[in-house]
């Protein structure tokens, strides 16, 4: 079956502290992956997307992912975050002409 | 290039009544999804279009039906409004290719009382 783990619903970091949001995904092949970003009462913004080839993908905003076959994770990092970071994130996969999201995990980011 | 468009923003609806939104997708984009979202279940497919046909359906019930025109505006139509249809209803446009991202509008928010 084809699935998107969050294990976090919520995260609480300080201003300039790194940043770790777990994705897990079951697929049967390689899988599209992407990281989308939702802001109070916005759509959705696509931060980065995985296809194939490097397994550690940049995006916008200074964010990036690693996809890690083994461990079946797509896990998005950011070195150093920043109070206008703070919104809900989705990790997503693409199957037949529809995605799969996560429950989205929601991050607060201290001053 | 414009963004997806999607009207109205809000709706508030009675029980019963029932509800049309839409959507205009990205110039140049053939494919439409739309999604239901609330803060229980995430993101929901409900259905996709591709050049007026439709290729996925979620597992809603038939009160939720949608159309593709040829112009790829796209409506959802939901029928018989009950309370539990309170949600964000999300309309996405892509090229329509597996690795093709989605790019959403900012959804219509929908009150059933």
């Known amino acids: 079956a084809q699935s998107v783990t969050q294990p976090d619903i919520h995260i609480t970091v300080s201003e300039g502290a790194s940043l770790e949001l777990r994705c897990n995904y079951s697929y049967g092949a390689t899988p599209y992956l992407f990281w989308y970003v939702q802001s109070p009462g916005q759509g959705l913004q696509l931060l980065l997307k995985y296809f194939s080839g490097d397994t550690l993908v940049q995006g916008i905003k200074g964010f990036e992912a690693e996809f890690k076959r083994s461990q079946s994770s797509f896990n998005l990092r950011k070195p150093s975050v920043h109070w206008s970071d703070a919104a809900e994130y989705f990790c997503a996969l693409s199957g037949t002409y529809k995605y799969i999201f996560g429950t989205g995990t929601r991050l607060k980011v201290l001053a | 290039k414009a963004g997806v468009t999607q009207t109205p923003r809000y709706l508030i609806k009675t029980r019963g009544q029932q509800v049309t939104l839409s959507c205009s997708p990205i110039s140049g984009h053939r494919s439409v999804s739309w999604y239901q979202q609330t803060p229980g279940q995430g993101l929901q497919f409900l259905f996709e279009y591709f050049s007026e046909t439709q290729r996925n359906k979620g597992n809603f019930p038939g009160r939720f039906s949608g159309r593709q025109f040829s112009n790829s505006r796209s409506e959802m139509n939901v029928s018989t409004l009950e309370l539990g249809d309170s949600a964000l209803y999300l309309c996405?446009?892509?090229?329509?290719?597996?690795?093709?991202?989605?790019?959403f509008g900012n959804g219509t928010r929908l009150t059933v009382t």
């Open positions: 996405a446009s892509s090229q329509g290719q597996t690795d093709s991202p989605l790019h």
